[in-house]
Every structure is written in C-alpha cells, then in structure tokens.
C-alpha cells in the first residue's frame, strides 16, 4: 500500500486483515526512526484518508482504527494520504493542498 504525506510516499505490506490501526503503528515507527531529532510520533498522532483528493476533497473518507483493509475494499496499489496531528491534536484533511499530494 501506497501513503502519501506531503511530498513522502512510504510503501507498506499490509494483507486484507490489516487492521488501520496497525498500520498507524507501523507508519508511527517508520516516522519516529526517520526523524530521530523529533520527538517520537504515536498511531494517536495519524490519520489516515482514502478517497480522490484531486477531484473533491471533500469527499475524503477517514479510514478509522478498527477498519481493516478489507472493510474499505483498500487494494495494493491504492493510495492512501497520511495527516499527523498539529499541536492541538487535532487531524484534518483541511490541509491538503494540491501541492502537498503528489501522486506516482
């Protein structure tokens, strides 16, 4: 699987089962081992989207901790878009600009 942050895309075995959870956990630790002067980010940190961000972004669907890419009919080659968490907490799509997703 395909997630994209920014101008980053990490490529991720995951299986049907996989849970969005456990590919937060996975991506946390990818993260925090690549930014070793950053303090370290938790899967409470990311969010994780699905949907066509170049034609309605709007109509991103944010793919929940208990999913499995199997619920979200999620295939190998789709791409998912990452969000970490500002200082407030909060996750949001509202970020995204058309500059910041980069697709291969």
Known sequence: MRVK????????????????LTLKQTLADIISDANTSVASTSPSDIS??????????SQMKELLDGGTVSDHEVVSDSVIFMVLAKDNGKCTAEGFSKTDIVTA
């Open 48 to 57: 994780l989207y699905k949907g066509d961000f170049s034609s309605d972004p």
């Open 5 to 20: 942050r920014g101008t980053e895309t990490f490529f991720v075995p995951v299986d049907r089962s996989t849970a969005f």
